[in-house]
């Protein structure tokens, strides 16, 4: 039979088995979907199976004493389960096969995997896993009666640290997974107690040793992955062969015009599906304001332009249709995605990126739900935004691979100028995040520091036109129109400050002193904290408005002076004087970012403020239209509705990580990490650009994947950047 062939039949087959693993582990654990420990289990059950089969299909005769142990040893951990299960419930209960044939084929591979000389690692690998099955036993709170999931848990975590004291040699790689380890367990064990509780862990032995379990668990795990990406990637040469296609695809006469065209037609079932167009959050009340002239909504305003011209003057004007202008807007929304996709496609396949990974990078662009539904938006400041970032990291790379080329070409640097306009007016934490980066660019580009100032500056000057002259001559019946210009201040984190206020109060309220209550009582109305805490959610700040309609009703409100000072005041002293408090307040605000574990964003309508396509009147009941989803292709619109309002993807393990911003948070990390132990600084000082969009997320009031989708978007070409070396790579002109 062809090599080929089998390998396939193998690879089949390994995922056959780390599904039914997968499925088997999620019966057993309570919240096992939607945790990163089902991505680990599923990649070290696909590899290890696809060992074991290879093993199996070249077996010798002296190794079938191997096998006849790994049974023993199997028959030998079941009985010890069952009686340690009768000791407790004092009921025989047979294990479950699947468990039995799990445990069987996973002591195999360790078997295989066993040396004579690895007695002191094997000792060290069982200790190590002894307190990694602890960890996992306390965090999904496990209400299985029987012992096999601990045999076959025990079992997994012993072959992951075998392998990684086997083959991660290096110290270095050590002590930087370590900085994973222990930042993934503050994760786990700070956040699973401040998601259910919203309190902080009690310091016992049980979070001790949950602590203690999952370091040693994620050191491993990222140790190897920093061994694996070094050690054993594909190394690029100047003689290194295309695969076909890519040789097909590198002698079209447009590679970029067919590149976003493929892409725009992957793009066209969900541009049907989601017709016309999400239709939420503050887009109906900005539609309406704005056909009042009335443009200073605390949004940026060429958003709001955006929206006017598509849906008032095409739709309105000359289609006589809100909807038909909305849809019009989304396809020139996917129409801009294609082209900046197809671009990025094309340059990393003439750097020879392999083939494999250009389809990955493609596929997360294209193929994935949220990526749909976020260009389906007409609440274009996320989208925009999202589009610009991903086109500047493009622009960024380019820079490091070929700088001379890049800056000598009049079209790209206008195009970066552009996007970096874009960046700044659609997003008002944006120019903070390029203040902060702006070091790291120089760093990189030292030699064209006079062609970056220059960008800097050209880009400052059209940022100043439009936010000055250009919105100041626009109608509004504000009376702080020219507070507020074109784009929101940056002082302007309202959700943050009520956030540090409510919810220091409902944490530290019996501690607060008569001056600090009486002066919280000058912003909002008297209430204990039991009374606040029954309206509050710490992961809501918009729920501020809540509790002020609500306990306003019965307290008289004081007014003093000026409220956004007052506000700000009372958040200054709260933070100095109840520090513990501001930090409970700013780890349950922020859960969705680090605690991948949480339904943040939530199934509630988190993901889009409001139900995907049938707004009633937008958010806290403001004006607006209700626009409703055309049905042109049922099916695919609520198996997206499902996904993305109804959060289904929970119930899928594996599956559900890719979904969840912390754990996009976790890939940043992980490869920030691989790129110090790479020391690929140039790259490294490239990744901040996202690192610092990430940064800037922990002050945003809520979770939501708007936020975070311009970080999206740029994920897997940070993730390319482990495999990019100007030394050895091959640029086909």
Not at 15 to 38: H, R
Not at 164 to 184: D, H, M, Q
Request: hydrophobic share 50%; with cysteine.
């Amino acid at each position: 039979m062809n090599k080929r062939l089998i390998n396939l039949l193998n690879i089949l087959f390994a995922v056959i088995l780390a599904i039914v693993m997968t499925s088997w582990l999620n019966l057993t654990f309570n919240n096992y979907a939607i945790s990163p420990i089902s991505v680990v289990y599923f990649v070290v059950g696909l590899v290890g199976f696809d060992y074991l089969i290879h093993k199996l299909l070249a077996i010798r005769s002296q190794q079938w004493l191997l096998l006849a142990t790994s049974a023993v040893v199997t028959v030998i951990e079941e009985l010890m389960g069952i009686l340690v299960n009768l000791s407790q419930i004092n009921t025989f209960s047979f294990p479950d096969i699947k468990s039995i044939i799990l445990l069987l084929l996973i002591n195999m591979i360790i078997i295989f995997q066993y040396q004579k000389n690895d007695l002191f690692k094997i000792v060290v690998a069982l200790i190590m896993s002894f307190f990694e099955t602890i960890a996992i036993w306390f965090n999904f709170d496990v209400g299985e009666t029987l012992w096999s999931w601990v045999l076959v848990v025990g079992s997994i975590n012993l072959l992951i640290n075998l392998v990684s004291l086997k083959y991660v040699r290096k110290r270095s790689y050590w002590l930087l997974s370590s900085i994973a380890g222990i930042l993934f367990s503050l994760a786990l064990v700070l956040g699973k107690q401040l998601y259910d509780n919203y309190q902080f862990p009690a310091f016992n032995v049980a979070t001790i040793l949950t602590f203690m379990g999952f370091v040693l668990f994620w050191t491993a795990i990222v140790a190897l992955i920093i061994n694996y990406a070094i050690n054993n990637q594909i190394v690029f040469s100047s003689n290194q062969q295309n695969s076909p296609i890519q040789n097909w695809f590198n002698q079209l006469k447009h590679p970029w015009l067919w590149s976003a065209v493929v892409t725009f037609i992957i793009f066209i079932p969900a541009i049907i599906a989601l017709a016309p167009g999400i239709w939420s959050y503050d887009t109906p009340y900005q539609y309406f304001s704005m056909t009042r002239n009335n443009w200073n909504m605390g949004q940026p305003i060429a958003s709001m332009m955006i929206v006017y011209f598509f849906v008032q003057i095409i739709g309105v004007n000359f289609l006589h249709s809100v909807a038909t202008g909305l849809f019009i807007m989304i396809v020139v929304q996917f129409i801009l995605a294609a082209v900046i996709f197809g671009y990025g496609f094309k340059v990393l396949n003439r750097w020879q990126i392999p083939w494999i990974f250009q389809v990955v990078v493609w596929s997360w662009w294209t193929l994935h739900i949220t990526n749909w539904t976020s260009l389906a938006q007409s609440n274009t400041k996320d989208t925009w935004c999202g589009l610009a970032a991903v086109l500047i990291m493009i622009f960024l790379l380019e820079m490091w691979q070929d700088g001379p080329k890049f800056f000598h070409s009049y079209g790209k640097l206008v195009l970066l100028i552009l996007s970096l306009f874009v960046f700044l007016t659609f997003r008002n934490s944006s120019r903070l995040v390029l203040i902060m980066f702006l070091p790291f660019w120089l760093g990189f580009c030292w030699k064209y520091w006079k062609q970056i100032v220059a960008i800097i500056v050209a880009t400052g000057a059209l940022f100043y036109l439009f936010n000055g002259p250009v919105v100041h001559s626009l109608p509004s019946s504000a009376v702080d129109v020219n507070q507020g210009g074109g784009v929101r201040n940056m002082d302007n984190v309202g959700g943050l400050k009520a956030q540090i206020i409510f919810g220091g109060y409902v944490n530290a309220g019996n501690k607060f002193s008569s001056a600090d209550k009486q002066f919280l009582w000058t912003i909002l109305p008297k209430g204990t904290p039991e009374q606040y805490s029954h309206f509050y959610s710490p992961q809501f700040a918009d729920q501020a408005n809540t509790v002020w309609g609500q306990l306003g009703v019965h307290y008289h409100h004081i007014y003093q002076g000026n409220y956004n000072q007052r506000r700000s005041k009372m958040m200054k002293q709260i933070i100095s004087h109840y520090p513990l408090a501001t930090l409970q307040v700013i780890l349950n605000q922020n859960l969705g970012w680090y605690y991948p574990q949480s339904t943040y964003p939530s199934k509630s309508g988190n993901i889009y403020n409001e139900v995907i396509n049938e707004t009633k009147n937008g958010p806290m009941k403001k004006d607006g239209v209700i626009i409703n989803n055309w049905k042109l292709f049922p099916s695919l619109y609520q198996f997206i509705y499902s996904l993305e309002q109804d959060g289904t993807y929970y119930q899928y393990p594996v599956i559900a990580s890719f979904f969840d911003p912390a754990f996009w948070g976790w890939i940043i990390l992980v490869i920030l990490l691989i790129l110090i132990a790479q020391k690929s600084w140039k790259a490294f000082m490239i990744s901040f650009f996202v690192t610092i969009q990430w940064a800037t997320l922990w002050a945003a009031p809520v979770v939501l994947v708007r936020y975070i989708y311009p970080i999206f978007l740029c994920l897997p070409l940070l993730a390319i950047m482990i495999y990019i070396r100007k030394s050895k790579l091959d640029v086909i002109e």
